[in-house]
């Protein structure tokens, strides 16, 4: 007996000296992996930066890791109960080790490999991993790593309360899909904060914690329900929950309400890409407590923008509208035999551009964007490539005329799939164009009630090059601001000869355009380009006194706990471009094109009949269609077209301006007027002109020629040069004869 008890003594001992001498070993190097109580204070999550509109929407966020940290206070009772109750019953009892479970980890999990027997980690020693991760490295890492979390979580009991510790564990967290900490996994699982978490919606993010791919509610619904079964009835036993309770839930289904706001899964994704922008060019101006700079994937900053959530959504919704209408005709048109014959020839075209004549058979799976829902399918890069060649892009952007701040931007159909933000995009801007002409005619001392020709002209020197109106009439005068109105091409040139190039060319550089104008006859009929952007900021200068202002997207930047970092002003620079007599007359006469030209439909096809100033345009061959809309309020300006000028209706009933733009804003305006307190903060009035303008366009938009008028025109040659300086010569001697002979008129 004393033999057996003597060989029991030593089999111990030496299994406590090979324990020891283990530890020791896998203890070695293990100094670098273990924090100092300063490193321990200063211990920070990556936290997701959010991005809010002006309403107070969620818009998106930027991470590195997809979290948002929150506070104990923030955690609903049931939460810890079920995490206490499921992880560490004893929580509350120890200080940061349970000898207990540690042991049985000891000997089986280690020793014996026997992985059956849990984990027993405590709360607080999960967290030290989930602070600082584990090694792979060196001899037994598995010891090393349980051994430095043993020895941390002593060190972080020390540190911290038990509720910071559960509010730390609960925001270091995985749950799996690139989730961490648990206000981003109630927000992606069941679309809701933290706090307003149910019993059972508990206890399957706790239960996700054992395994959150095995146990993830929209992967494996089955396997998520046991697992809260499995919770619920751990709360059952250690008395957080009464047995009626924990049965009754445990009957009910599995519900999710599944959210994926991240930083590219909105209804702002592209705006997202501006703001960003916007904020780390503005947080290079200050730095983070610890001297660093501020990092949006990290620190959790809140940005709060000029976006309207709800303007925002009116505006999504219109695209979807109208765009799924639209492109269905534009598919009817090239299913014809010709249009798949021009189809055909576009597709080779590029596929020769690109160099993939010799791959065009070839299959590929990808992701596919359609109205009626995105899908994955394998198409060939010749069937790949028709399908985006046909496809119909449009941008939206609102913006406030007076301060610059961006209130909607809708720069595409969908950003995973079509990442390219139409808003952006350069485009032939045709009609659009034709105020910029106006606005340096007025300044150059024209009035609204100044008559132009409509004679068909013809330019030698350019091939004998004659523009056309849209309706192809020609004779008689229309006044400056009748010509305008109606979008009148012949006139609107006219008014470009008298005026020449180098004052419209001034007036375009002012308005900030980046395209450089090209001396040509063409101009006059809108051959420049231009994106979105730029329009809204050039026609936000007819309403807001001359001025060029904005766009910008950023109001404040805050910490998470609510400390201003970044404020800005309301009102951006302004820089003045024109006299605030020319800005109130393009502002009065775009108003006339809106009541009675080509913007008419506004009105009386979509009933929005609020008082707005705005343009049309139609690209050669319907290639693009713009329109741009504007109010002392707001500024909204949209363009649509495929991707390529070869792809486009053919014809005006579905390619103009008016059919295929105009309804965008249009469609978002009408959905506006329904929220009153929206469109009342938007929509504002337009001010009487002065007494001295009050009369400025009190003149028929059109008049048959004169008896002068012919008598003058005799003096005119129907063939005419181009801007040169016997041109110039002979417009003053025309001018000249005009006064004289508009004095004889008077004085009769």
């Known amino acids: 007996m004393l033999k057996i008890r003597n060989t029991t003594s030593r089999i111990i001992l030496a299994a406590f000296l090979l324990t020891l001498a283990v530890v020791a070993v896998a203890c070695a190097g293990m100094s670098d992996r273990i924090k100092t109580k300063h490193e321990l204070l200063n211990f920070k999550n990556a936290n997701a930066s959010v991005v809010m509109s002006e309403d107070g929407q969620l ?8 979290r948002t940290n929150i506070t104990f206070d923030q955690l609903p009772g049931n939460l810890v109960d079920a995490l206490i109750a499921t992880e560490d019953v004893r929580f509350y009892d120890h200080h940061g080790t349970d000898a207990r479970s540690f042991l049985r980890v000891l000997f089986k999990s280690i020793l014996m490999n026997d992985r059956s027997s849990g984990g027993g980690s405590t709360i607080t020693q999960q967290l030290a991993k989930n602070m600082f991760g584990r090694t792979t490295r060196g001899f037994m890492p598995m010891v090393s790593n349980k051994i430095s979390e043993l020895i941390m979580a002593r060190r972080i009991e020390k540190v911290y309360s038990k ?54 509610p929209r992967r494996n619904p089955e396997n998520a329900k046991t697992r809260r079964n499995v919770v619920l009835g751990q709360m059952k036993k250690y008395k957080f929950l009464d047995t009626k309770t924990a049965d009754s839930l445990s009957l009910l289904p599995m519900v999710i309400d599944y959210s994926r706001k991240t930083r590219s899964e909105g209804i702002a994704d592209y705006f997202l890409v501006q703001v960003r922008k916007e904020a780390e060019e503005v947080l290079r101006g200050y730095n983070s407590p610890d001297g660093s700079e501020w990092d949006l994937e990290r620190d959790g900053l809140v940005i709060t923008t000029t976006l ?62 359609d109205w009626d829902g995105t899908l994955t399918d394998s198409l060939s890069v010749s069937d790949s490539l028709k399908r985006s060649l046909l496809l119909l892009h449009a941008g939206l952007m609102a913006m406030d005329p007076q301060s610059g701040g961006i209130k909607a931007w809708v720069g595409g159909l969908d950003f995973k799939t079509q990442p390219y933000d139409q808003i952006l995009a350069r485009r032939q801007l045709a009609s659009v164009f034709k105020p910029v002409i106006y606005a340096a005619a007025l300044e150059d ?24 109106n849209f309706d192809h009439s020609y004779g008689g005068k229309y006044s400056l601001s009748g010509a305008l109105v109606h979008s009148m091409n012949v006139p609107t040139f006219s ?48 309403v807001n006194g001359g001025y060029r202002i904005g766009p910008w997207c950023i109001i ?86 495929a991707s390529t000028r070869s792809i486009h209706f053919n014809s005006g009933s579905n390619g103009s301006g008016s059919a295929l733009a105009l309804p965008l804003v249009a469609l978002t305006l009408k959905k506006m007027k329904q929220n009153r307190t929206l469109s009342q903060s938007l929509i504002l009035p337009f001010p009487e002109l002065p007494a001295e ?35 110039r010569i002979q417009r003053r001697v025309n001018s000249i004869l005009r006064k004289i002979l508009k004095k004889r008129k008077y004085e009769r």
């Open 59 to 66: 818009l998106g966020k930027y991470f590195y890791e997809n």
């Open 163 to 216: 509720n910071d510790i559960l509010t730390l564990y609960l925001n270091t967290v995985a749950f799996g899909e690139n989730v961490f900490g648990i206000e981003a996994a109630s927000v992606r699982f069941f679309n809701k904060s933290t706090a307003d978490l149910a019993i059972e919606e508990s206890a399957v993010l706790v239960g996700m914690l054992k395994a959150n791919t095995f146990y993830n």
């Open 308 to 369: 309207n959530y709800s303007l925002q959504d009116y505006a999504v919704r219109s695209f979807r509208e109208h765009l799924q209408v639209m492109q269905k005709r534009l598919n009817s048109q090239y299913r014809t035999s010709s249009g798949r014959r021009a189809l055909e020839q576009v597709a080779a075209s590029e596929l020769k551009r690109l160099g993939l004549e010799e791959r065009a058979s070839e299959m590929r799976v990808q992701e596919i964007f």
């Open 445 to 468: 001392g024209f009035e609204p009630c100044r008559y132009l020709d409509n004679d068909s002209i013809t330019l030698s020197g350019f091939d004998d090059w004659s523009p056309e």
């Open 495 to 542: 008014l470009y000869l008298e005026i020449g190039f180098e004052k419209v060319n001034a007036m375009w550089r002012k308005m900030r355009f980046s395209f450089e104008l090209d001396n040509t006859p063409s101009l006059a009929l809108g051959t420049a380009e231009a994106n979105i952007r730029e329009v809204a900021i050039a026609y936000s200068s007819f």
């Open 556 to 641: 404040s930047i805050s910490t998470s706990s609510g400390k201003l970092i970044y404020s800005r002003e309301i009102t951006g620079e302004k820089i003045r471009i024109m006299t605030d007599r020319t800005s109130q007359l393009m502002s009065a006469m775009l108003q006339k094109a809106v009541r009675e030209g080509t913007g008419v439909s506004m009105n009386y096809v979509y009933g929005v009949d609020f008082p707005l100033s705005g343009k049309t345009g139609t690209s050669q061959d319907y290639s693009d269609a713009w329109f741009a809309a504007f109010n002392p309020g707001l500024v909204i300006v949209s363009r649509a077209g």
């Open 693 to 727: 303008l009050a009369g400025a366009l009190d003149c028929p938009d059109f008049r048959e020629d004169s008896f002068f008028d012919i008598l003058i025109d005799i003096f005119e040659k129907d063939e005419k040069e181009y801007d040169t300086p016997e041109r």
